[in-house]
T-cell receptor, first 110, second 112 residues
Framework: DAGITQSPRYKITETGRQVTLMCHQTWSHSYMFWYRQDLGHGLRLIYYSAAADITDKGEVPDGYVVSRSKTENFPLTLESATRSQTSVYFC?????????FGPGTRLTVT | QKEVEQNSGPLSVPEGAIASLNCTYSDRGSQSFFWYRQYSGKSPELIMFIYSNGDKEDGRFTAQLNKASQYVSLLIRDSQPSDSATYLCAVKGNTGFQKLVFGTGTRLLVSP
């Protein structure tokens, strides 16, 4: 199906573990983004990518790593999960300034 | 000062009324403005965008932009219970990079 997908949709992990959230889009959009959404903070940009092999930090990048070897994939890795990273994570893609969001991943760090 | 500010609400309106959602932004160089709707437990979906001063209408939705006052609003006419959601205002600056800055959203409740 066309669109943007995320996996897993739900994840529970322990403090200190490495976690990778996957994002895949079929539109061939150049730009891809990772946001986290928390009560009281709204959507905050973690990392973004303008094209394959081009990534840059957003507003809250600490503790996260991204890569983009292929245009369609943009995984987000939490190198050593902390409780403060409990959140809902949204991947998005954009071609003309309009963002299209994936369904989200609800991550709980215990 | 937050870059994009919205009243968190909830804004309660009766069915059939006009709901007015407001947003202010701090970057005077902002070029593009977006309204997203987010149902509880779902991802945001784009409902309107506006680039120029004035009004833009799409069905029951009207976006209004006043760059001099750094103010953008969304009007929903004939509000329906299905419009109950959180509405996110997003602003794009004047750089080439397509980053949007989001407000924290206004929760709208439409009662039957």
């Amino acid at each position: 199906d066309a669109g943007i997908t995320q996996s897993p949709r739900y994840k529970i992990t322990e403090t200190g573990r490495q976690v990778t959230l996957m994002c895949h889009q079929t539109w061939s959009h150049s730009y891809m983004f990772w946001y986290r959404q928390d009560l009281g903070h709204g959507l905050r940009l973690i990392y973004y990518s303008a094209a394959a092999d081009i990534t840059d930090k957003g507003e809250v990048p600490d503790g996260y790593v991204v890569s983009r070897s292929k245009t369609e994939n943009f995984p987000l890795t939490l190198e050593s999960a902390t409780r403060s990273q409990t959140s809902v994570y949204f991947c998005a893609s954009s071609e003309s300034g309009q963002l299209y969001f994936g369904p989200g991943t609800r991550l709980t760090v215990t | 000062q937050k870059e994009v500010e919205q009243n968190s609400g909830p804004l309660s309106v009766p069915e059939g009324a006009i709901a007015s959602l407001n947003c202010t932004y701090s970057d005077r160089g902002s070029q593009s403005f977006f309204w997203y709707r987010q149902y509880s437990g779902k991802s945001p979906e784009l409902i309107m965008f506006i680039y120029s001063n004035g009004d833009k209408e799409d069905g029951r939705f009207t976006a209004q932009l006043n760059k001099a006052s750094q103010y953008v609003s969304l009007l929903i006419r004939d509000s329906q219970p299905s419009d109950s959601a959180t509405y996110l205002c997003a602003v794009k600056g004047n750089t080439g990079f397509q980053k949007l800055v989001f407000g924290t959203g206004t929760r709208l409740l439409v009662s039957p």
